[in-house]
């Protein structure tokens, strides 16, 4: 409706999607610009297939894997999330997609690694928004190693069972549902497992503001703004907000990764 | 007839209120698409960015006057008034969407207010241009008389400068539209500390 709007269960097991045009038509994806409509007017000049993923650092296997290899090894289910972005807005994606675990056990993580890094494909041809130095090209993103194993994080290749769209990071997009959206790279080209923590893209940006683990967490708001509410995407002009939950409502799966950590100094 | 003078003429041809007509049709026709769906998925701060896009253009606008007249001999002036009311008005507007629609809790409207600098400095702003809309009628510049009146309205330099600052302090990464608007700002200011040159190019 005009008004208020469906509001989405906030139960776990009970999420109701936002629309097919809620996520395909709302996005940050900062290489097509910056407004939020501009993703879903420009990307479609992005080249997705052929693809190809490179592999490397602390693995068995390092290499270049095209998107058909690394499918052909996965099977790919649906999860429904919650997705929160760092600016206070959130919607709940039906993500098609794979356990990044099984991509990683595939390639074999050796033993010193202990962090994911992650790169977005750099294609000035492609990308209007990268002419302009907004980040650092290109956006780079990480994960604890443990994060990355954990069976909540997945490789998304879709939504709604149709490919994802290239706004929402085709062919292939991390999503970590209790991290603020940022962390969810998009178009991956590049995985490598290291040693030490590795360069993410607005912690380079701006570290008071947004910290490596960007945890999504009320107690702590970002320098500009409240992190203690949310708005669902999708009530209208007159949405009321909802209060955020801690680890975005994923609080008994993942709390656990971070015991004893000061999640204050840690954010 | 030069095109200043053409300029000139046309401007003269239109009153002031003409711009209180469009600016409140306007700010209707911005409501009424957050309502019905074109401003997206998201209105709220669509239509809040829109009526503080608009509130900056037109502060910037007011601030163009007296430059364009004295350094390219259009006169603006009979619109004046209009462009600084209707500026306040969208910068009310801007206000009211972020008070009400978007943040909705009076204590976190006040805790935005005190604890986050990009808003405090916007509130400032805001609260600085509530003298000038109040005297921006005739009988407030009889009362006050002009020089007083004139002294009061320079407080549009400041608020001019807060808002192009807020919304430099709003966005995230590095980007140059909002730059480009307290570069402006800054331009238009500083031409008042230029030295004095008539307007003809003698």
């Known amino acids: 409706g005009l008004i208020g709007g469906a509001e989405p269960a906030r139960a776990q097991g009970a999420l109701e999607p936002n629309s097919w045009e809620e996520i395909t038509t709302y996005n940050n994806y900062y290489e097509f610009g910056t407004g939020k409509s501009d ?6 000049t992005l080249t997705t297939s052929p693809w190809a993923v490179e592999i490397d650092g602390l693995v068995d296997n390092p290499g270049t894997y095209s998107m058909e290899d690394i ?42 690694a202990r962090y994911v890094a992650f790169e977005t494909a750099l294609r000035p041809d492609e990308m209007p928004g990268v002419r302009v130095p907004v980040l650092d090209w290109p956006y780079r993103e990480g994960l604890r190693l443990d994060e990355a194993m954990h069976p909540l994080t997945m490789m998304a290749t879709g939504i709604y069972g149709r490919d994802i769209p290239n706004q929402n990071g085709a062919p292939m997009r991390l999503v970590v549902p209790w991290k603020y959206g940022f962390k969810s790279i998009k178009s991956i080209v ?3 497992l290291t040693e030490d923590e590795p360069p993410t893209s607005w912690n380079m940006a701006n570290a008071s503001e947004y910290g490596f683990y960007s945890n999504v967490n009320p107690n702590v ?24 939950l801690m680890f975005n409502g994923y609080e008994e799966e993942v709390a656990s990764l971070y015991e004893g950590m000061d999640l204050n100094a840690n954010f | ?20 007509i469009v600016g409140a049709a306007y700010a209707g026709w911005l409501f009424f698409l957050g309502l019905t769906g074109g401003l997206g998925v998201e209105p709220i701060e669509a239509l809040e960015h829109a009526y503080g896009d608009v509130a900056l253009k037109l502060i910037i606008a007011g601030l163009a006057v007296t430059p364009l007249r004295q350094w390219v001999g259009i006169n603006l002036i009979s619109w004046r008034r209009a462009l600084g009311v209707t500026a306040f008005f969208f910068v009310l507007a801007h206000f009211l969407v972020w008070a009400v ?22 509130m400032a702003g805001f609260l600085t241009l509530i003298p000038l809309a109040v005297t921006s009628n005739n009988w407030s510049v009889r009362k006050l008389g002009p020089i007083r009146w004139r002294k009061l309205h320079k407080l549009v330099y400041p608020a001019a400068v ?21 570069a402006i700002t800054i331009l238009l200011l500083a031409t008042r500390f230029w030295p004095q040159r008539r307007r003809a190019t003698a």
């Open chain 2, 162 to 182: 807060l808002g192009a600052l807020h919304y430099v302090w709003l966005v995230k990464g590095l980007q140059f539209e909002p730059l480009i608007y307290l």
């Open chain 1, 71 to 112: 499918l052909s090894e996965v099977e790919i289910e649906e999860r429904i999330y919650r997705f929160r972005c760092v600016e206070a807005w959130s919607m709940v994606v039906p993500w098609n997609g794979f356990e990044l675990a099984d991509l990683l056990n595939r390639v074999g993580v050796q033993d010193g």
């Open chain 1, 221 to 244: 708001p970002h320098r500009r703004w409240s992190q203690d509410s949310e708005r669902e995407i999708g009530g209208g002009l007159f949405a009321r907000r909802q209060p955020t």
């Open chain 2, 101 to 122: 629609l978007d943040v909705q809790r009076l204590s976190a409207i006040w805790a935005d207010i005190l604890e986050r600098p990009y808003v405090t400095i916007g």
């Open chain 1, 190 to 192: 590049r995985i490598t």
């Open chain 1, 39 to 44: 993703p879903a007017d420009n990307a479609h």
């Open chain 2, 1 to 20: 007839m030069t095109v200043t003078s053409t300029i000139n003429k046309a401007v003269r041809r239109v009153p002031g209120w003409v711009l209180y």
